[in-house]
């Protein structure tokens, strides 16, 4: 048995928001805000949990590897999201399937 993974292309045309986060902030805290901004609408309002979609803590050890040319994406409240080693949080549309 196969598995297909989907890996949109991130490009200028599907972003919809960008965000920077420092070391003093949790990820998934971070991803949760960058969809917000992208919703247009309070954190508190986004429903889905991050945990539920990818381990917090796995991605946070990834991405604060000290690689920034590292990044981590995945589908998240409708949204594409990618996470880079970098400091940066971009949130795109989602792909159709």
Do not use: K, N, Q
């Amino acid at each position: 048995m196969s598995s297909r993974v989907l890996v949109p292309d991130i490009s200028s045309d599907t972003r919809i928001a960008t965000t920077e986060y420092d070391d003093d902030t949790e990820i998934g805290v971070a991803v949760v805000e960058a969809v917000a901004r992208a919703a247009d609408t309070d954190p508190t309002d986004i429903e889905s949990r991050v945990h539920d979609v990818v381990d917090a803590d796995a991605l946070d050890r990834c991405v604060r590897a000290g690689r920034s040319a590292l990044s981590v994406s995945f589908p998240f409240d409708g949204y594409w999201v990618v996470v880079s080693g970098g400091g940066e949080i971009v949130v795109a549309e989602a792909p159709e399937l």
